[in-house]
Each structure stands twice: as C-alpha cells, then as structure tokens.
C-alpha cells in the first residue's frame, strides 16, 4: 500500500508538471503558429536588436526543451528549475511594464494571453510561479521520501 503522504506529494509534482508542460508547449506553438505576429511583437520591445533576435528564436525552443524535461522524470528537478526561472524573467519583465518603468506600453503576448490586461498577466505569471516552485519542491520531497522508504527496506532486509 502506497504511503498517503507519497501519493499526495506525487499529485503535487505530476499536476505542477503537466501544468506547466502545458503552458509552455501552448505558448512555443503559439510563438512559431503566429511568427509573424511574433516576431512584430518582440521587435516592438525596448531591447537591442541582438537580444530580440535570440528570444525570438530561443524561446520557443527554450519553452519545448523545459516543457519535454517536466514530463521526465528523471529530468524534472530541471524541468522545474528551469520553469521557475522562466516564470520569473515573465514576471519580471510583466512587472516592468505594469509599474510604467518601460516608457511605454508594448504588445501584449500573443494567443490567449494577450486578452489579459498587464495586471491580469502578473497574477497569471505569480499563479505559475507559484506553481513551479510547489512542483519543485514536492518534487524535492517525494526523492527525499522515496530514499528512506528504500533505506528503511534494506534495513528491514
């Protein structure tokens, strides 16, 4: 019989996983479906030209590459780390421009994202945020836990 303290924390690394799995794979595709729109966006930033160049290419690439390494097991503490980091340059840079600091207001993201207002974006980042350090660190614990049920075995053998 599985250990319900186990079972829930594993409810509570497959959920943040699938989430934000979920997440990144609909906004790569989003990005690379809409290039056009995307590429206008992120040209429409304050960042130099070199930097635009990368995350427009990088990012969608970046959010497949976090978002495979969530559904692996053996990969998810990166998966999550990776997530957590993502999440917050996302609302940081949403921050950014929410408090003003930009001068002006550029696009907002593209698909579904973009009907949220800037504060509405923030609250939806710090919500996955959130999430992606639950995942990591109930990721964290369900290691922890899975090593002493085997250490107790093999004592117990």
Known sequence: MKSPAVSLTSVLVE???WLLAALFTYTAVSKVYDWRETKFALYNQWFPEWLTEALLYGLPIVEV???ISLLIPALRKFGFMA???LMLSFTGYVS???FGFT??????CGGVLGSLGWGE???FNLVFLTV????YWSNE???TEMKNLKNLSAVAD
């Open 141 to 143: 614990r369900v290691k």
């Open 15 to 17: 959920g943040p996983a």
């Open 132 to 135: 992606a350090v639950i995942g």
């Open 103 to 108: 001068g002006r207001t550029p696009c907002s």
């Open 65 to 67: 590459l976090v978002a």
């Open 83 to 85: 997530s957590s980091l």
């Open 96 to 98: 950014w421009v929410w």
């Open 121 to 123: 974006h923030l609250v």
